[in-house]
């Protein structure tokens, strides 16, 4: 035997699950039995555009409408069903999934919500109201319009994602050309860069003899090109001797070996880089029409180098040992590297060299020097 609700509210919440499950289904002999539990004056609308009624006579039509579109059994999952009863009236309210199929199209609805007044006449619940709601009801669609969607959505994400990750690459790229790589992943991670104080390094100069005259007999775009074919082939040499450029300024050159990670052989690294920068100059000197003569000088010592600035950022090294190695280079010679006392004391063993004696270097007084051979 059938079990009997034990009050009004189960009885009524009984009551519209199998409303929703006849209305689920669709056939002719359920929608018969949905209009006999709706009252003559029953109103109510349902999906939006889908479905309004204004009386018992728009409701029948509707129904017996959607039999030609449904007629396999739709599966459905309830949320959750509440109801309260006020003497004669009752109000339920309803949240369920449900998955059916139109014209062979399956559609999957979530949270479809179900709320029914009902009226007690003659011992018997009829609806008065009902309101069938969806939360965006013109965006259901088709599972198979959904997965299309979804992968169009994912090869978006996809591009989207690949062309970050492009752009980031790229702007770390540049970021690298502008500071070392272990500065620029430091200030890529904290937003700044802290300053260091480097013991032994090793500082190379160069500039160009008569570069003022050059200046003055070439046009500009000429003088700019060759420049950026020279300091792209220095900066080529320093690459492949691990030295890290810090800038140019003009005709000038200024690299610095030892930095931002500590090496032994700081000094040798620097007169490797310049006997290339010699030979290069002495092969191109054979077929240019403008004959470049550098002047290279190298000093070792201390150093501090940070970064500077919070626009343009540079990478930057300050320090006497600055400023003594540009004199070095200053009081060379063309086609020669100028070393220091400093210098030649971590390079003797390796290089041999010829002492120049004690050179004047303005503002630094008389200097030892010396040249590598």
């Given at each position: 035997m059938e079990k009997?609700?034990?009050?009004?509210?189960?009885?009524?919440?009984?009551?519209?699950?199998?409303l929703i499950e006849k209305w689920a289904v669709r056939t002719q002999p359920s929608t018969s039995e949905m209009l006999t539990h709706a009252h003559p004056n029953f109103t109510g609308f349902g999906t939006g555009k889908y479905e309004v009624w204004d009386n018992f006579a728009t409701y029948k039509q509707s129904e017996m409408a959607s039999l030609e579109q449904l007629s396999d059994p739709v599966p459905f999952k309830y949320h959750?069903?509440?109801?309260?009863?006020f003497g004669d009236t009752g109000i339920t309210m309803t949240q369920v999934d449900l998955t059916f199929q139109i014209e062979g199209k399956q559609y999957d609805v979530k949270n479809v919500r179900w709320s029914m007044i009902l009226k007690k006449i003659d011992h018997s619940w009829l609806q008065i109201h009902t309101h069938c709601s969806l939360p965006y009801s013109d965006d259901v669609v088709p599972i198979e319009e959904l997965k299309a969607r979804n992968k169009e959505l994912e090869q978006l994400v996809t591009k989207r994602t690949n062309a970050l990750v492009k752009e980031k690459e790229r702007t770390e790229n540049l970021l690298h050309n502008i500071l070392p790589v272990e500065v620029a992943k430091e200030l890529l991670q904290t937003g700044a860069v802290k300053p260091?104080?480097?013991?032994?390094?090793?500082?190379l100069f160069t500039d160009f003899k008569e570069f003022t005259n050059i200046v003055a007999t070439i046009p500009t775009r000429k003088l700019i090109s060759e420049l950026n074919e020279l300091f792209s082939e220095?900066?080529?040499?320093?690459?492949?001797?691990g030295i890290e450029k810090i800038q140019t300024v003009g005709d000038a050159y200024l690299a610095a070996s030892g930095l931002p990670e500590e090496v032994p052989d700081h000094a040798m690294r620097c007169v490797r880089a310049s006997k290339k920068m010699i030979d290069f100059l002495k092969q191109r000197n054979k077929t240019s029409a403008i004959k470049w003569k550098i002047r290279i000088g190298i000093h070792s010592g201390p150093i501090?180098?940070?970064?500077v600035g919070k626009k343009k950022f540079a990478y930057d090294i300050f320090g006497d040992t600055i400023n003594i190695a540009s004199r070095i280079e200053t009081a060379g010679e063309e086609g020669k590297i100028n070393v220091s006392a400093y210098?030649?004391?971590?390079i003797k063993e390796h290089y041999p060299c010829e002492y120049r004696g004690k050179v004047n270097a303005k503002g630094k007084g008389d200097?030892?020097?010396?040249f590598v051979k």
């Open positions: 009997q609700p034990s009050t009004a509210e189960e009885e009524i919440i009984e009551l519209t699950r199998k959750w069903i509440r109801a309260s009863v260091v104080r480097f013991d032994e390094v090793s500082i220095f900066d080529d040499i320093m690459e492949a001797e501090g180098a940070g970064v210098t030649y004391d971590l200097l030892d020097m010396y």
